[in-house]
């Protein structure tokens, strides 16, 4: 009998323990994790905070009776990992065997690191934990500074305005989320939050966290303004959780490096997820999905290779629908304009490959209260950013994950006041009824 040990209950871990029961019903399953509350919808936790959804509404499987998928869950911190001796080490005094092992431990909040970064009142948005940390907190908050422009920066801007707390909002650029969204994009964000009240300091960051008795009282910014303050949200990126990997010899770069069929430069060692930086032989390039739906199918394909089944990953154009300061906003495929926060991080919720952009044509139209724009190369649509209105994402998906030649319509896109929106759903239904039907 098999034994398959996964390390990390989160969608990836989950999902892999999810197909390895389904296709062996009778092998021992193993998954730990040091979160207390194992397997829980991470996007959640943003409207979790804001008090849109209860708790109980993040635990979207486990309800008792719901699923069972007869997995042993161990509540333990994993120390080490022996590959050639395909043992792991527990911080309990426990050595497990394994014979295929599966690492998806996910990534981890970058931390602020400068004078006064001990302080009490520093909060963070990585799990449940922090996020019943915060809500604990908001009771005795009247003011806040949140540092970070992607979406974990905005999310934890919103739950605290949700609560009534008056929010400074701090961001290295010179508009939100510059790697993602253009200056039209960003704007339609930063209008929504100056609506709610929050005060948007562009080109700033935080020079020393100030502090009096142990806890927040204010930061100092890096043009020299004091903001008084009683808590420091942080939110400037996450890092692959690779320190495991490291350790036992496995290739790591920005994250753990896999081939396409999600397995390490060690045998019978697996990864996928947040900390999986995998390969893609049609482009030659290793990226890194921190986005929950690619975890989840990641999660699936692993757990298929663990059984000794050869299915290659074939990664698609990425794809996330997320609410932005109360702006419904889908992002498929390449958008930005360039790397992510830093050389070795990149923001959650986010996706290396919207930052990979060759020679492209870029397509804007809307009106104020949605947007929409096309990345257009010579045949093909490559990617889409759509703010407000939802009802063309659908048919831009499909025809950026499917690869539609686009060329006739293409002129047509490209001329001034063209309704895009319009043509390519006009476009896509045309598309659709000439396929062949299959019998």
Same mark, same amino acid.
Request: aromatic residues 6%; neutral net charge; hydrophobic residues 40%.
């Given at each position: 009998?098999?034994?398959?040990?996964?390390?990390?209950?989160?969608?990836?871990?989950?999902?892999?323990?999810?197909?390895?029961?389904?296709?062996?019903?009778?092998?021992?399953i193993?998954?730990?994790?040091?979160?207390?509350?194992?397997?829980?919808?991470?996007?959640?936790?943003?409207?979790?905070?804001?008090?849109?959804?209860?708790?109980?509404?993040?635990?979207?499987? =486990?309800?008792?009776?719901?699923?069972?998928?007869?997995?042993?869950?161990?509540?333990?911190?994993?120390?080490?990992?022996?590959?050639?001796?395909?043992?792991?080490?527990?911080?309990?005094p426990?050595?497990?065997?394994?014979?295929?092992?599966?690492?998806?431990?996910?990534?981890?909040?970058?931390?602020?690191?400068?004078?006064?970064?001990?302080?009490?009142?520093i909060?963070? @948005?990585d799990?449940?934990?922090?996020?019943?940390?915060?809500?604990?907190?908001?009771?005795?908050?009247?003011?806040?500074?949140?540092?970070?422009?992607?979406?974990?920066?905005i999310?934890?801007?919103?739950?605290?305005v949700?609560?009534?707390i008056k929010?400074?909002?701090?961001?290295?650029?010179?508009?939100?989320?510059?790697?993602?969204?253009?200056?039209?994009?960003?704007?339609?964000?930063?209008?929504?939050?100056?609506?709610?009240?929050?005060?948007?300091?562009?080109?700033?960051?935080?020079?020393?966290?100030?502090?009096?008795?142990?806890?927040?009282?204010?930061?100092?910014?890096?043009?020299?303004?004091?903001?008084?303050c009683?808590l420091?949200?942080?939110?400037?990126?996450?890092?692959?959780?690779?320190?495991?990997?490291?350790?036992?010899g496995?290739?790591?770069?920005?994250?753990i490096?896999?081939?396409?069929?999600?397995?390490?430069?060690?045998?019978?060692?697996?990864a996928?997820?947040?900390?999986?930086?995998?390969?893609?032989?049609?482009?030659?390039?290793?990226?890194?999905?921190?986005?929950?739906?690619?975890?989840?199918?990641?999660?699936?394909?692993?757990?298929?290779?663990?059984?000794?089944?050869?299915?290659?990953?074939?990664?698609?154009?990425?794809?996330?629908?997320?609410?932005?300061?109360?702006?419904?906003?889908?992002?498929?495929?390449?958008?930005?304009?360039?790397?992510?926060?830093?050389?070795?991080?990149?923001?959650?919720?986010?996706?290396?490959?919207?930052?990979?952009l060759?020679?492209?044509?870029a397509?804007?139209?809307?009106?104020?209260?949605?947007?929409?724009?096309?990345i257009?190369?010579?045949?093909?649509?490559?990617?889409?950013?759509?703010?407000?209105?939802?009802?063309?994402?659908?048919?831009? =998906?499909?025809?950026?994950?499917?690869?539609?030649?686009?060329?006739s319509?293409?002129?047509?896109?490209?001329?001034?006041?063209?309704?895009?929106?319009?043509? @390519?759903?006009?476009?896509?239904?045309?598309?659709?009824?000439?396929?062949?039907?299959v019998?």
């Open positions: 009998m098999t034994r398959y040990v996964i390390i990390g209950s989160g969608i990836t871990g989950f999902s892999a323990a999810q197909s390895l029961r389904g296709i062996d019903s009778q092998s021992e193993l998954m730990i994790s040091e979160d207390p509350n194992g397997f829980y919808s991470r996007p959640g936790l943003a409207y979790y905070l804001t008090g849109e959804i209860p708790e109980k509404q993040l635990f979207l499987f =486990c309800n008792k009776g719901r699923i069972n998928l007869d997995i042993r869950h161990i509540k333990a911190r994993v120390t080490s990992i022996d590959p050639a001796a395909h043992t792991i080490d527990l911080d309990s426990a050595r497990l065997v394994y014979d295929r092992l599966l690492l998806a431990p996910g990534a981890s909040s970058v931390p602020l690191n400068v004078p006064g970064s001990n302080l009490q009142g909060v963070k @948005l799990d449940l934990e922090d996020t019943r940390r915060i809500l604990s907190l908001v009771r005795h908050v009247k003011n806040a500074v949140v540092v970070g422009g992607g979406v974990v920066g999310e934890l801007v919103e739950g605290l949700a609560h009534g929010v400074h909002y701090l961001l290295r650029g010179d508009r939100f989320w510059p790697n993602v969204l253009g200056e039209v994009e960003a704007k339609l964000v930063e209008h929504h939050l100056t609506h709610d009240g929050v005060r948007i300091h562009h080109n700033t960051e935080v020079e020393q966290i100030l502090g009096r008795r142990g806890k927040v009282t204010g930061v100092r910014t890096s043009d020299g303004i004091i903001l008084s009683d420091v949200a942080v939110g400037i990126g996450v890092k692959a959780r690779m320190e495991l990997a490291q350790a036992a496995l290739k790591t770069d920005r994250g490096l896999v081939d396409e069929f999600l397995e390490s430069s060690v045998p019978d060692v697996f996928a997820g947040d900390a999986a930086q995998i390969f893609d032989p049609l482009t030659g390039n290793s990226s890194i999905d921190n986005l929950w739906f690619p975890g989840r199918k990641q999660g699936g394909m692993a757990a298929n290779n663990m059984t000794g089944r050869k299915l290659a990953y074939k990664k698609t154009a990425a794809m996330n629908v997320l609410r932005l300061a109360g702006v419904m906003t889908t992002i498929i495929g390449a958008v930005g304009t360039g790397r992510d926060e830093g050389p070795t991080y990149t923001m959650r919720g986010s996706s290396e490959s919207w930052l990979q060759p020679n492209t044509i397509m804007e139209s809307g009106t104020s209260d949605s947007h929409l724009r096309l257009v190369s010579d045949k093909f649509l490559l990617g889409a950013l759509i703010m407000g209105d939802q009802q063309i994402s659908k048919p831009l =998906c499909d025809l950026i994950r499917a690869r539609v030649d686009i060329s319509i293409r002129n047509n896109l490209l001329q001034s006041g063209s309704r895009l929106g319009t043509a @390519l759903a006009d476009f896509w239904t045309k598309n659709k009824q000439e396929q062949p039907r019998s």
